[in-house]
């Protein structure tokens, strides 16, 4: 009863090759505790290296496109600051170069001539020879008759 265990076990000398096992035991669950420590490890480096990959993704697409308005912008004012290049519009009118031209006088022949209302022939000779003086304006002439 002198003895101190409380399971009441009693210790006897042990042989070499059960303290080899015990100690190779020992081994392998150390190792086993730190391949498996190295696991969990790596698994939270692996997930830690697809949410910092999904992060910079981001980040590239978000610099990519903050580049692309920031260009446009710029390409846009350099165009706005220089003249313009392209011919203008068309108005409308027609450039006299490009209208039909009247047919010439017959060689030889006699020309006739429509004066407006009131203009007599010396007037039409002063007029052509650029000796032109005020003329009286004819009567009708704001009416659009065609003279």
């Known amino acids: 009863m002198g003895h101190s265990h409380l399971d009441g ?6 042989s070499g090759i059960s303290d080899f096992f015990d100690g190779l035991a020992q081994v392998i669950a150390v190792l086993a505790l730190g391949v498996a420590a190295i696991d969990v490890v790596m698994w939270v480096l692996h997930i830690l290296i697809i949410i910092a990959t999904g992060i910079g993704f981001l980040v590239l697409g978000t610099g990519a496109g903050f580049a692309a308005v920031k260009w446009r912008r710029y390409k846009n004012r350099r165009y706005q600051s220089w003249p313009q290049v392209y011919p203008p519009q068309p108005s409308g009118r027609i450039d006299p170069y490009y209208l039909p031209q009247p047919p010439a006088p017959p060689a030889g022949g006699d020309l006739h001539l429509h004066l407006p209302p009131g203009m007599t022939g010396d007037e039409l000779a002063h007029l052509m020879r650029g000796q032109a003086r ?4 004819p009567v009708g002439y704001d009416k659009g008759d065609g003279w």
Do not use: E, M, N, V
Request: proline share 10%.
């Open 134 to 137: 005020a003329l009286p304006r």
């Open 9 to 14: 076990a009693r210790t006897h000398g042990s």
